[in-house]
């Protein structure tokens, strides 16, 4: 295997790979839907709900608009500290929703103090939260900004983007009552790009029944009754389900808690290094992500240079998103990386620094 230390697609398993190459079988049959319904209940372990998971031929993306769709007729709060939470907010505006935004700078994560001051007196169905910014290397405090938010607004529902961080790090659906979580397959789930995954919640499914134009590809009540009845509205893209039931028992077996301590020890080690070699990490310590390290480029490092040089041995790191593009670096740690992986690219990047 070739180490990709991007943020997503990462490597996936040899075994997994192998499962997409199963027979396809007719959609509606037994045996399909057998796999199907097996994998969506073992996701529901992966999510820490009871609430059903849905399997949805898109990527993650698509679960942005599942939610504004379904969950948001007209207004709804963005939480903005980096690209990916920004799209939340132009995902709501492109889809006709009143979509409001509270930016904090890049690079920092809302207070629940700023959350509560933004929420009190007004009446948003919804709030957009990013769990881990994959762009600047932030993970925003969730379950804080939920207590904020329930305590001065109980009835807006909390969507939450957790595309880099879900299966990698604790995100305890039901305890922390969050009412729609989504996520894609080519993060820390460690499967090929192309099936996203999601999870609402009972209020949440109420809402959308109250909820005009959730258009049909997207419409979660048709997801629901065909998650109930058979698998999806369409054809699912089956190759990928097999990849997904194979990987989700490759998960369970290692055990949540085990994948948990790896991810969070991979990047603290990837942030004790750049530290240590005058790369700091750009976040402040308390909010940085387990799942992808965002280093400063003091070196002035080229990307291009540098992936050639560790391309020879195999591997391959991010540049730095948008606006922090040349500024910073971005090393991930989704999926199935190991300590000797990080190992390994630490001692190339060493040997590169001299
Ligand atoms: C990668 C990423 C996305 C986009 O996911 P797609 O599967 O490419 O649609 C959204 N949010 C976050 C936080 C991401 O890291």
Not at 145 to 156: C, M
Request: with cysteine.
């Amino acid at each position: 295997m070739s180490p990709l230390f991007v943020p997503g697609p990462v490597d996936v398993a040899p075994e997994v790979l192998a499962a997409q190459a199963r027979p396809m079988l007719p959609h509606r049959s037994r045996e399909f839907e057998e796999i199907f319904q097996r994998a969506a209940d073992n996701a529901r372990l992966v999510f820490q709900t009871e609430s059903p998971v849905f399997l949805a031929t898109h990527s993650g993306s698509g679960m942005q608009e599942t939610a504004m769709r379904n969950l948001v007729q007209e207004r709804v709060l963005c939480l903005v500290n980096g690209a990916f939470s920004e799209r939340w907010l132009e995902v709501g505006l492109a889809n006709g929703k009143r979509a409001e935004r509270l930016d904090v700078l890049w690079g920092e994560a809302h207070t629940p103090d700023q959350l509560a001051d933004a929420l009190r007196g007004q009446s948003y169905e919804a709030l957009a939260i990013v769990h881990n910014e994959t762009s600047t290397g932030v993970e925003n405090p969730l379950f804080e900004l939920i207590q904020a938010a329930r305590q001065v607004s109980p009835d807006t529902l909390i969507l939450v983007d957790a595309v880099s961080s879900l299966g990698g790090v604790d995100i305890p659906m039901q305890r922390w009552e969050i009412d729609f979580l989504f996520t894609s397959s080519q993060k820390c789930l460690a499967l090929p790009p192309g099936l996203a995954l999601a999870s609402a919640s009972p209020r949440a499914m109420q809402k959308a029944s109250s909820v005009e134009n959730r258009g049909w590809y997207f419409d979660l009540l048709r997801m629901e009754r065909h998650r109930q009845k058979d698998s999806t509205a369409m054809t699912p893209a089956m190759s990928l389900i097999y990849a997904l039931d194979v990987q989700l028992e490759r998960i369970l077996s290692e055990g949540l808690e085990n994948r948990f301590a790896r991810h969070a020890a991979l990047a603290q080690r990837v942030q004790e290094w750049g530290a240590q070699r005058g790369m700091p990490p750009r976040v402040a310590q308390e909010r940085r992500s387990k799942t992808v390290t965002v280093l400063e480029n003091s070196q002035g490092w080229e990307i291009g240079a540098l992936n050639r040089f560790l391309m020879q041995r195999g591997m391959r790191i991010a540049n730095g998103y948008g606006v922090w593009k040349d500024k910073t670096l971005r090393i991930a740690n989704m999926g199935e990386t190991q300590m000797a992986d990080v190992e390994l690219l630490l001692a190339a990047l060493d040997e590169y620094l001299n």
